[in-house]
């Protein structure tokens, strides 16, 4: 995707709709890949996307000269995501302790990665690629879940296989991403051992 390399800060702090629109355009599909990469959730993230505009639009008269707004947008994504995962977290603890651990996971990720787009879009290419070389069974389960939103008893019902199959396939999937992606996202050793 290309995105615009300037923008106008300050049609943006006059409040240009052209100029609004075409930072959203650019940017809408990148911000909500990342909610969908920590939240696993399509709604939640396109819910934390449009967020992080309106906190953009609320704040546009006081934008700086220098302010870059790709990393605005993306400094906003990341800490609404930031939020919803602990708020996750809490309500999964007593729950499903794997997907609270998973929570945990993408949470310290997303901490860990830092404000930089770019670095954003490094990891988004390093995640894909550690999501297509894992093997075929755990590949197929961590998408069901991860990418179509699907629970693990869903998921046991369209393989034929049980729930504990699930879960150990996605507690593998975690660990083997894990061990792929150590250059980029923290090592929790007594999570999964």
Known sequence: MAYHVNYDINLLKAGNKNEFERVYFDFFDVLYALGVQYTSDRSVAESIVQDAFLKLWEMHENLLPETNIRNFLYTLTKNFCLNYLRDQKVVWKNLNKVRA????????????IGNNFMEFEELCSKV??????????????????????????EISEKLTISEKTVEARMTRALKILRTELKDFLPIFLSFFN
């Open 128 to 153: 894909d690629l550690a999501i297509e070389n894992l093997p075929e069974e755990i590949k197929i389960v961590f998408k069901l879940s991860r990418f179509e939103d699907m629970k693990y008893r």
């Open 101 to 112: 651990y998973e929570y945990a996971y993408a949470m310290q990720s997303l901490e860990r």
